[in-house]
């Protein structure tokens, strides 16, 4: 007998008809998701962010441990700190650190080492990794391990940009490299890492996207 506690699973059956359409407006949704690089500084309600954080928080996770901390920027001073040693460390990649063969795979994105984003955009949102977990007891600091972490957070953060998405906000995962400027800036404890920087916002109005496209289904699904 397992000692833990089991509940009956809240599932609600979708009638065959109805399961298509959902599944085909989803897919219609989020067909027209791009990566944007181009925000307006324009405001919108702070529980679209809120909403997606709850709803990335919903994720699955190795063990369920829930490895993960969104923090979340609106301080302009703050942002412009991050666009400062985000250009630093960037600005450094471009010009010194990515091989030939790095550059070439990104110039259909034209991207440089300017990101003006992190300023315009309203909300920053960095996902932080917990690699371990750290509780402080009479004996001192206990630390327990985190199974997954990697899988879990890219899960959870596929979740936030698909939220994100369909309350009609853009966004941008940025990578800046390497971010550990980000822990000091925002002040993360020493069993947190950066994961991803995620823009958020309106896009400009005249934003533009790189003119490429995904694979076909062909091409990525394989069914025996
Ligand atoms: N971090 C850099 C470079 C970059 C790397 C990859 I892989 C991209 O898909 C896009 C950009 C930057 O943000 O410009």
Redesign the pocket.
């Known amino acids: 007998m397992n000692p833990h506690k089991h509940v009956p699973l809240d599932f609600k059956r979708m009638p065959p008809a109805e399961q298509l359409s959902a599944s085909r407006e989803f897919l219609g949704r989020m067909a027209s998701r791009r990566s944007v690089r181009f925000f307006s500084s324009e405001p919108f309600s702070f529980e679209l962010i809120e909403n997606a954080i709850r709803c990335a928080s919903l994720a699955p996770s190795g063990a369920n441990q829930q490895p993960w901390t969104f923090v979340v920027v609106k301080d302009p001073e703050i942002k412009r700190k991050i666009r400062e040693a985000a250009e630093a460390e ?1 600005r450094e ?1 471009y010009e010194h650190r990515m091989p030939a063969d790095w550059l070439e795979a ?1 110039a259909p ?1 034209g ?1 440089d080492w300017h990101k003006e984003f992190l300023e315009t955009a309203p909300y920053l949102i960095v996902v932080f990794r917990i690699d371990f977990g750290l509780t402080q007891t009479a004996e001192g600091e206990m630390k327990t391990k985190h199974y997954y972490v990697q899988e879990s957070v890219g899960i959870a953060t596929g979740f936030l940009l698909a939220a994100l998405h369909m309350s009609g906000l853009a966004t941008l995962t ?4 390497p971010m550990g400027f980000l822990s000091s800036i925002l002040n993360r404890p020493k069993n947190e890492r950066p994961f991803v920087l995620i823009p958020v916002g309106l896009p400009a109005p005249d934003a533009t996207v790189p003119a490429i496209t995904k694979k076909s289904i062909a091409e990525v699904m394989e069914v025996r």
């Open positions: 960037e990649s990104l994105l991207t940025h990578t800046p490299s």
